[in-house]
Nanobody, 126 residues
Framework: QAQLVESGGGLVQAGGSLRLSCAAS????????MGWFRQAPGKEREFVAV??????????RYADSVKGRFTISRDNAKNAVALQMNALKFEDTAVYYC?????????????????WGQGTQVTVSS
């Protein structure tokens, strides 16, 4: 059974940085798209970033709201994907979810993703 487990969330001041990690187990996700989504209280889940690879990273895509501040990357040795978040803003506060897609399409629609983690809370204080 494929499983995704997020870690690295926490409380940080505005302007600070956090690094989220998503550890995948139960199968290899080579050839999959691996994405990050977030959901703030009272809001819908929204796309943050996605990466696709076949042995090496072959594409990334970011939401406009995080472009230039967030970086998604893949650690093949650990079968994990990371999200480096810099210059954090109050509006980045949300539960962040890792997801996997059985395709190399750089999908932004959460409905297309096949596997999800439980989420990790990121709180940015202003």
């Amino acid at each position: 059974q494929a499983q995704l487990v997020e870690s690295g969330g926490g409380l940080v001041q505005a302007g600070g940085s956090l690094r989220l990690s998503c550890a995948a187990s139960g199968r290899t996700f080579s050839g999959y798209g691996m994405g990050w989504f977030r959901q703030a209280p009272g809001k819908e889940r929204e796309f943050v970033a996605v990466i696709r690879w076949r042995g090496i990273a072959i594409g990334t895509r970011y939401a406009d709201s995080v472009k230039g501040r967030f970086t998604i990357s893949r650690d093949n040795a650990k079968n994990a994907v990371a999200l480096q978040m810099n210059a954090l803003k109050f509006e980045d506060t949300a539960v962040y979810y890792c997801a996997a897609l059985r395709s190399t399409v750089l999908a932004v629609d959460a409905k297309l993703y096949d596997y999800w983690g439980q989420g990790t809370q990121v709180t940015v204080s202003s």
